[in-house]
């Protein structure tokens, strides 16, 4: 399985940036598509954003587009979650997602991390 290790949360203004990271382990890196979900208190977690192995296909959840963007760097396996115009309503714990299937409806995902959490302040 992948082992997924994010970073680069932490306290930001309305209207502020951040840029998530996502290491992961494993040979077969650029084979696999990547996600972003988030889980604020009280509510289910929810998808952010997909991106395919070659990063050619992205997805995004409507609250977030135009706002963050999803990419990746296979050489050094990283996908990376720039957030920008950041809301308060986007505080919640980050989480990097692996091993996924980006389907019409939904992005099923086999690995995660443990969570990054990203607090917004109005």
């Known amino acids: 399985q992948v082992q997924l290790v994010e970073s680069g949360g932490g306290l930001v203004q309305a209207g502020g940036s951040l840029r998530l990271s996502c290491a992961a382990s494993?040979?077969?890196?650029?084979?696999?598509?990547m996600a972003w979900f988030r889980q604020a208190p009280g509510k289910e977690r929810e998808f952010v954003a997909a991106?395919?192995?070659?990063?050619?296909?992205?997805r995004y959840a409507d609250s977030v587009k135009g706002r963050f963007t999803i990419s990746r760097d296979n050489a050094k396996n990283t996908v990376y979650l720039q957030m920008n115009s950041l809301k308060p309503e986007d505080k919640a714990v980050y989480y990097c997602?692996?091993?996924?299937?980006?389907?019409?409806?939904?992005?099923?995902?086999?690995?995660w991390g443990q969570g990054t959490q990203v607090t917004v302040s109005s």
């Open positions: 997602a692996g091993q996924c299937t980006i389907l019409v409806v939904a992005t099923i995902c086999d690995s």
């Open positions: 494993g040979r077969t890196f650029s084979t696999n598509a």
């Open positions: 991106i395919s192995g070659s990063g050619s296909n992205k």
